[in-house]
């Protein structure tokens, strides 16, 4: 049984940090694409970050980057998005997703809310 699931997320102030994870199980997590994307109230759900399946390239959404590391430990087969620098604009909730060809996956979500 293939499952994504995400933690981590929370209520922290403008300037804090954050560490998300998504323990994966089930599926072949190094022969996977694994990315983080968000979804605030109201809006569509856009990428944040991407990282091949060897950790060895990565992508990020610009306005996360410098601020924003995704990474990821095939041996604990699970996926990481340090988040620093919080803004407001940041609160939604992440979702970690698993891409192999056409296959893919999604995790549940985890809610990060930036507030004073």
């Known amino acids: 049984q293939v499952q994504l699931v995400e933690s981590g997320g929370g209520l922290v102030q403008p300037g804090g940090s954050l560490r998300l994870s998504c323990a994966a199980s089930?599926?072949?997590?190094?022969?996977?694409?694994m990315s983080w994307y968000r979804q605030a109230p109201g809006k569509e759900r856009e990428l944040v970050a991407s990282i091949s399946s060897t950790g060895g390239s990565t992508t990020y959404a610009d306005s996360v980057k410098g601020r924003f590391t995704i990474s990821r430990d095939n041996a604990k087969n699970t996926v990481y998005l340090g988040m620093n620098s919080l803004k407001p604009a940041d609160t939604a909730v992440y979702y970690c997703?698993?891409?192999?060809?056409?296959?893919?996956?999604w995790g549940q979500g985890t809610q990060v809310t930036v507030s004073s």
């Open positions: 089930g599926f072949t997590f190094s022969s996977y694409i």
């Open positions: 997703k698993a891409v192999r060809g056409p296959v893919n996956y």
